[in-house]
């Protein structure tokens, strides 16, 4: 396959300082309805007397006319970063995160409520907000490794909200199917479903799993302003952005900048990772490579998590070649030891053995893999990645040992929320097995934890049963049933 016209590649994907602005024939500022009543008044219209917009129906109209035009450049829509925009955002926010550095927590915030927020809304609108560094802290990943997290104070979350989706609204329309991390109604569960129903039903036979190193901190800023800058040329806006790249990160009393990067955690980092990776990968594959290819090729992303799926594997080798060069024109870079292209089709119907280890690949928590189904065909399942499983397991024996002297009814209801949640994400077709296993661990743990509170306090299963009926933990149930099989249940 040759490689890639750089000419396409420019003109079709990414933002270049060569190109000449878009700049719409209409102002967009008539969202507010000034002009739109002018224009009514020239025109012998009947104006009468109109009723104030709210912030969603301001932020409605510019998401239609987003839709409408997805070349306009919007060059003022920091106005609808008002006042009821704010409030909005402090609804949604989560009261009960991690404080940063100021250590100010949301009941300490709505002590005077409304003044702080009319207060935020008047720095945002001046140009005066100043962004604080975010408190880094460190969290474990699977092989023993940290992850950094930087935490914003709540105001600067209530903030980030707040321009977030004002850039969501004029963004959205932009971006392609194949994208579903943090996208108004797009979910990691509606990826894996399109993962399994793509890989039964298209000629796919290799899988290349794509694992980016550091992406969030090597995240180059000059590129993100010009990516930005082709649909958003409101100064405002552009200049908030830099603002939080720039705020840098407080450490152990030590404050750092870095030029390069975006502090993970942050409210508005997945929306700008969203961005980059759109010009940086998404539309050069769709646009540039795939109508190059000869067979075909499919393309899943969730943040900086990618997915590609090829009919032949002399595409999947160039693709992972020419992508490695195209990251590291955008300052990232492959990880070697995750990335990895492996064989993955549909055994043969007639092979009564299972299908060979190589066909097993692990997207966003599960392991995904080719198995017989009741009737007997051939049909890919999934179930809890293994280093998910460990890893949940494990926090959970830690926090019942860490906290066995608790009330029953409070740990209870802990255990209770961390079943909730593992069934929420987790519980999906063909994953029963993955669920029972570790309702199974809970139950066992519990009753451990309970028996060591002293050295006469070991817990029987006669008791522990009795406790379970007073204090009944969750059963396994499938929260996310195959869409496919309930369409085909509704009109039978």
Known sequence: ??????????????????????????????????????????EGKETGPQRPETSSTKLQRVTEQAKRNRKLRWMS?????????????????????????????????????GKRLEELHGRLRA???????????????????????????????????????????????????????FRSGRSAHQALWSIQRTLMHQPIHWV?????????????HGWLRRMVNVRIGDGVIQRLIGKWLNAGVMEEGKLTRAERGSPQGGVISPL??????????????ARVVRPKLKGEAYQWRYADDILLAFE???????????LGERLAKFGLKLNPSKTRLLRFERPPEKDEGGPPDRNVFDFLGFTHYWARSRRGSWVVKRKTAGKRLRRAMSAVTQWCKAHRHWRLREQHRHLSAVLRGHYQYYGMTWNWAGLSRFHLHVVRTWQRWLSRRSQTAYIRWERMDRILAVYPLLPPRIVHPDPWRLARKAFA
């Open 1 to 42: 396959m040759d490689a890639a016209n750089p000419r396409d590649d420019q003109r079709e994907t990414v933002p270049q300082e060569s190109e000449s602005p878009i700049v719409p024939v209409k102002r967009v500022t008539t969202v507010e309805g000034r002009g739109r009543r002018e224009e009514d008044a020239m």
């Open 77 to 113: 829509i920091n106005h609808l970063v008002d006042l009821d925009l704010i409030r909005e955002s402090w609804r949604r926010i989560r009261k009960d995160g991690a404080t940063g550095i100021d250590g100010e927590t949301a009941r300490a915030y709505s002590q005077d409520l």
């Open 127 to 181: 140009g005066t907000y100043r962004a604080p560094p975010v408190r880094r802290v460190w969290i474990p990943k699977a092989g023993g490794k940290e992850r950094p997290i930087g935490i914003p104070t709540l105001e600067d979350k209530i903030a980030q909200r707040a321009v977030a989706t004002v850039i969501e609204t004029v963004m959205e329309p932009l971006f392609l199917d194949s994208s579903y991390g």
């Open 208 to 220: 290349l799993e794509i694992d980016m190193e550091s992406f969030f901190d090597t995240l180059d």
């Open 272 to 285: 700008l990772a969203n961005i980059y990776l759109h010009y940086a990968v998404d539309l050069w594959f």
């Open 312 to 322: 032949h594997e002399a595409d999947a080798c160039e693709v992972q070649r020419q």
